[in-house]
């Protein structure tokens, strides 16, 4: 009885265990940096909260910088990748892209390479989906959108369709200037992230 016992005891110290271990790279712009925010009260800040929380041993790093385009995260890529080895990316890009009117196909060319730079490097990658605003045109804001949706079909990366959703266009979870989210709104942001995250680890 205690022999059975034990060994079922082990069996769920076992599956207790991640599976997944090493480094979570971030890689976006200002939404992920914390534009606007304090100190630990971002989403990815929020994330390795969660993580801590229950036992998985990944070190998340914060790549993201204010501004940054999907042009600027390839270019920056190779040097992260390098130096931090991630075991996961989560590639967070192209509100910026999409707010300066760069064509869709520019933007859909930049996160394959990123992708693609990744899987090199072993990594599994998390890709993050963004949507323009109406007043950018019904053609350009469906063929924006679609970059995503294609992106994931073409690579078979996990995606989040939208990651502002329940979040833009919320008066009281944005900042005064209506683009960055508020310190309210990210929890919100990370159980967007969550479901499509948690089976990669």
């Given at each position: 009885m205690r022999v059975c016992l034990l060994a079922r005891y082990l069996l769920l110290l076992l599956l207790?265990?991640?599976?997944?271990?090493?480094?979570?790279?971030?890689?976006?712009?200002?939404?992920?940096?914390?534009?606007?925010?304090d100190t630990q009260q971002g989403w990815v800040d929020l994330l390795d909260e969660r993580l801590k929380g229950q036992g998985i041993e990944l070190e998340v790093v914060n790549a993201s910088i204010n501004g940054e385009t999907s042009s600027g995260g390839l270019a920056r890529l190779p040097a992260l990748l390098a130096e931090h080895q991630p075991a996961l990316v989560i590639i967070e890009l192209g509100g910026n892209d999409g707010l300066r009117g760069q064509p869709?196909?520019?933007?859909?060319?930049?996160?394959?390479?990123?992708?693609?730079?990744?899987?090199?490097?072993?990594?599994?990658?998390?890709?993050?989906?963004?949507?323009?605003?109406?007043?950018?045109?019904?053609?350009?804001?469906?063929?924006?959108?679609r970059v995503y949706s294609d992106l994931a079909?073409?690579?078979?990366?996990?995606?989040?369709?939208?990651?502002?959703?329940?979040?833009?266009?919320?008066?009281?979870?944005?900042?005064?200037?209506?683009?960055?989210?508020?310190?309210r709104a990210q929890p919100q942001l990370l159980e967007n992230v969550w479901p499509a995250l948690k089976p990669m680890l």
């Open positions: 207790a265990q991640p599976a997944l271990g090493g480094t979570l790279l971030v890689v976006g712009d200002s939404i992920s940096a914390g534009f606007g925010l869709p196909q520019q933007l859909q060319q930049n996160l394959a390479a990123m992708i693609a730079d990744s899987q090199k490097q072993g990594a599994k990658v998390l890709l993050l989906g963004m949507q323009l605003p109406p007043n950018y045109g019904a053609r350009y804001t469906e063929a924006f959108a079909i073409a690579t078979g990366v996990p995606l989040v369709d939208f990651f502002l959703q329940d979040v833009g266009g919320q008066p009281q979870l944005m900042q005064a200037d209506g683009i960055h989210p508020n310190a």
